[in-house]
């Protein structure tokens, strides 16, 4: 079945620590975005990446870095810099000129 | 992206129809109406977009008024499964080579009770 994962589902980090969350997809999608979403509110754009090896910050991209070595995978790093790195943290893909966005499950981090 | 306006719950029965509203009074000519959806603690799901026709698929109808100023998301015969956020969201379609984030506004809570 093609799909997006996002491993793990859950994941609790002490603070000053950074964090890598990982995103899978296999369905041939050449769009990538990383959003982040808090309790009761809509979701928020962190990057994204039109095409391998390159990738753009969306709207609340500090303390977070990324990578897109491979057109599948599109892992994110919450590093230390992040002032409040707790939230559920979404995947989504899309082909590159359709508008569809398909999103992983997600990962809910908690930083204590 | 244009504005959307949703009322901030509903309640439907199993069974019936649910019919979301969405308000985007300042739509422009190129501006797509689209709908998602999340369940609680999952990731969105796409459902329907239109542009000024009424739309169905194998999930949802959607209705445009014809100054497209308002639109309705139906689902024809809910069940408790369909309880989630529902997002009305409306932008201009992805032009070629380009990728583009979604903004969500805070949706409808839709509840279907048994």
């Known amino acids: 079945d093609g799909g997006i994962t996002q491993s793990p589902k859950y994941l609790f980090r002490k603070e000053g620590q950074n964090v890598t969350l990982s995103c899978e997809q296999n369905?041939?999608?050449?769009?990538m975005y990383w959003y982040r979403q808090d309790p009761g509110q809509g979701l928020r754009l962190i990057y994204y990446?039109?095409?391998?090896?390159?990738?753009q910050k969306g709207d609340i991209a500090e303390g977070y870095s990324v990578s897109r070595e491979k057109k599948e995978s599109f892992p994110l790093t919450v590093t230390s810099a992040q002032k409040n790195p707790t939230a559920f943290y979404l995947c989504a893909s899309s082909i590159g000129r359709a508008d569809e966005q398909y999103f992983g499950p997600g990962t809910r981090l908690t930083v204590t | 992206d244009a504005k959307t306006t949703q009322p901030p719950s509903m309640d439907c029965a199993e069974g019936r129809a649910a019919n979301l509203p969405c308000n985007h009074s300042?739509?422009?000519?190129?501006?797509?109406v689209y709908w998602y959806r999340q369940i609680h603690s999952q990731g969105p799901q796409y459902i329907i977009h239109g542009l000024k026709n009424n739309e169905t698929n194998e999930m949802a109808s959607l209705i445009i008024t014809e100054d497209r100023k308002s639109s309705t998301l139906i689902l024809p015969h809910a069940t408790l499964r369909d309880t989630a956020v529902y997002y009305c969201?409306?932008?201009?379609?992805?032009?070629?080579?380009?990728?583009?984030?979604?903004?969500f506004g805070s949706g409808t809570q839709l509840t279907v009770l048994p």
């Open positions: 369905l041939n999608h050449d769009a």
């Open positions: 990446s039109q095409i391998v090896n390159d990738f």
């Open positions: 300042t739509i422009s000519g190129n501006e797509y």
């Open positions: 969201i409306v932008r201009v379609p992805l032009s070629s080579g380009s990728a583009r984030q979604l903004t």
